[in-house]
């Protein structure tokens, strides 16, 4: 599956090298494939506002508060080595700490990831992925990019979600069912960051003249301030 899920990625972006536009505004955003990007961002935003859209606001509407504070808990903990990685690669000792004490503390006290017992005791979480890495070694974002379901996706954050899927140590392991858990795990992790910004997203989308346009903007804020932590460039800005 992952074999195929990459085949495409690399078809997508191998049609797009032939949509490239000329439009000064467009190449001016660092937005050569405008065209076809907006093509695949109105796409996203129907499949959005009928499915992922309806089935977070039922999960939100549904599920309590500390039931899907737990969820999150849980999933981040079991991203945390992938975390972890990146830490490492940059050079960030602190944060590698802090990373391997918030797993070890809310792997046991906190029930598998359940609790976050981290944060009780001052073990702040913080955010990284391959992405950043290349970032912070200067490579530069690309060309921006929408892809079909993945959303915005220029060719650094590209290459850093398929590097971090390679960092995940269960992506080697296999058991009984081990596919479905992982269809599952990427779900939920959806469903969660979805769930999360209903507010802020639909806001955008109702004040927003050109919502492509401001999805691209804020993209862009929100993996500044990533790249730059410590700043408040990207504060408060919806994971799009």
Not at 17 to 42: I, S, Y
Not at 85 to 105: H, I, M, P
Request: charged letters at 20%; aromatic letters at 8%.
């Amino acid at each position: 599956m992952k074999l195929v899920h990459h085949f495409l990625i690399l078809c997508t972006t191998a049609v797009l090298a032939g949509c490239a536009t000329k439009d000064p505004e467009a190449l001016a955003q660092n937005d050569p494939w405008e065209p076809t990007n907006r093509a695949v961002f109105d796409f996203d935003v129907k499949l959005d506002h009928f499915v992922a859209a309806p089935i977070a606001k039922f999960y939100r509407g549904t599920m309590p508060e500390p039931a899907r504070r737990s969820g999150h808990n849980a999933l981040e903990n079991l991203h945390a080595p992938v975390v972890l990685v990146n830490d490492v690669l940059q050079g960030d000792e602190d944060k590698a700490v802090d990373t391997v004490s918030r797993f070890v503390v809310n792997s046991t006290a906190g029930l598998a990831g359940l609790i976050d017992v981290a944060s009780r005791v001052g073990i702040p979480s913080h955010e990284n992925d391959f992405g950043i890495t290349l970032g912070k070694a200067g490579a530069q974002e690309g060309s921006y990019l929408v892809l079909p379901l993945l959303g915005p996706k220029p060719p650094r954050d590209l290459v850093g979600t398929g590097v971090d899927i390679a960092f995940d140590p269960l992506t080697y392991i296999t058991w009984n069912n081990s596919t479905l858990y992982m269809i599952v795990r990427a779900g939920l992790t959806v469903l969660d960051q979805r769930a999360a910004n209903i507010d802020s997203v639909a806001s955008i989308e109702r004040s927003s003249i050109d919502f492509y346009a401001s999805t691209r903007s804020l993209y862009r804020q929100y993996r500044n301030g990533e790249l730059h932590s410590g700043t408040t460039v990207g504060q408060d800005l919806p994971n799009l």
